[in-house]
């Protein structure tokens, strides 16, 4: 078992990982007093799969408790979902005592903190992550918020959660693709931050893609602190908290020249390949380092070519128009080392060209 704090003052709060927690959340719950009733919300999937196992942890511990469902996937992330569970909290009476749980992937938790934070003005929430993007990434940060017609995550606020408590075990369950999208992170967190943690990565491929409980639990346990203390430098990206968006810039491009059909972590992988021949085109990049980070996302079966068949002037356009470009010039994570990047928006079209091969 694991156990981390995000160090925020008096928004702090501890990040647990267990094999089985799930089943031991309420009395995590009770010892931390967090609030006298739970409404837990997950996508109906995930309901369907854990939604049980957790309400009887509560249960068992007499902690009163509900569940609330919404349909799975992106499309939920809207402001019509907010506005059913928030209806659907007020018909429960659930008051400023009361606290939500997230139990699902990155997609529940966005939703649910948010609507926690805008029910009675803010209600506390915990997270529980059930995809490997959740437990690694999006669980942790406290960035809420849903999708509006315009754009992707352009409604929302910080929250952050009271807790977080990660099941290693229910990864099991996970399709390849999604355990795909969260491993495209966690070799990000590797190039961004950490050489060892990046020849860790490399040296445990196979038991990592067999989900070997202790190898699992230690690669969350790392990415976690790596986040946690990104976030605790800068809760509310102005500077430090940009260097996670390696691999993003170019990744949500080709995410979107696909029409979304290109799942987020594989046009990330793509993103990070192509990004770093943009850092080697200003010479800031050995291109054995480049190769070395290839080879690692290959090595977890991640794509590293963008499909010739994806329009690449469509690509340029979507990067100047993405909500972090600033006046149109969007920026970069650019890796000096493996461990190591540095941000730049100084970057020419002819070299964006370039990357996008
Ligand atoms: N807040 C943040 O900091 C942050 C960071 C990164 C991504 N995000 C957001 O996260 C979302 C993507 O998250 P995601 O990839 O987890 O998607 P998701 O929440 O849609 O989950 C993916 C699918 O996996 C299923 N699922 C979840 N856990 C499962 C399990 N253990 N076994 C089997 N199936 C399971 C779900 O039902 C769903 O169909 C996006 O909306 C993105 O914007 C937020």
Do not use: W
Request: net charge negative.
């Amino acid at each position: 078992m694991k156990q981390l704090q995000v160090g925020l003052e008096d928004r702090a709060y501890p990040i647990l990982i267990r094999e089985g927690l799930l089943s031991e959340v309420g009395e995590e719950l009770k010892l931390r007093k967090i609030a006298k009733r739970y409404i837990i919300i997950a996508d109906d999937h995930v309901a369907e799969l854990f939604g049980g196992q957790l309400v009887e942890s509560l249960r068992k511990v007499n902690i009163p408790v509900d569940l609330l469902t919404f349909p799975r996937g992106e499309a939920s992330k809207n402001l019509t979902t907010i506005g059913r569970l928030i209806s659907a909290l007020a018909q429960l009476g659930v008051d400023r005592q009361d606290a939500l749980i997230a139990l699902g992937g990155g997609v529940t938790g966005d939703i649910t903190g948010f609507a926690a934070a805008i029910y009675m003005r803010g209600i506390p929430f915990v997270q529980v992550p059930t995809t490997l993007l959740a437990q690694v990434d999006s669980s942790v940060g406290g960035k809420t918020g849903v999708d509006i017609p315009e754009g992707k995550n352009l409604v929302g606020c910080f929250y952050q959660p009271q807790a977080v408590f990660i099941d290693t075990l229910v990864l099991g369950q996970l399709p390849r693709e999604e355990l795909l999208n969260g491993l495209a992170e966690v070799v990000k967190y590797g190039v961004i931050n950490d050489l060892d943690f990046f020849n860790f990565l490399l040296s445990n491929q196979k038991d990592i893609l067999a989900l070997e409980p202790a190898i699992v639990e230690a690669v969350i346990a790392h990415c976690c602190t790596i986040k946690a203390r990104v976030v605790e430098a800068d809760e509310r990206e102005a500077d430090l908290r940009r260097i996670l968006n390696y691999g993003h810039t170019l990744g949500h491009a080709v995410e979107a020249a696909s029409n979304f059909t290109i799942p987020h972590g594989m046009a990330i992988s793509m993103g990070m390949v192509a990004v770093n021949t943009i850092a080697m085109g200003k010479g800031l990049l050995a291109a054995e380092k480049a190769q070395r980070i290839k080879d690692a996302l290959q090595g977890f079966g991640l794509p590293v070519a963008i499909p010739p068949e994806l329009d690449r002037c469509q690509m340029t356009e979507l990067l100047k128009s993405d909500k972090k470009s600033v006046g149109g010039r969007p920026f970069f994570v650019l890796p000096i080392q493996i461990g190591k990047v540095i941000i730049s928006d100084e970057v020419d079209d002819a070299l964006i060209a370039r990357a996008f091969g």
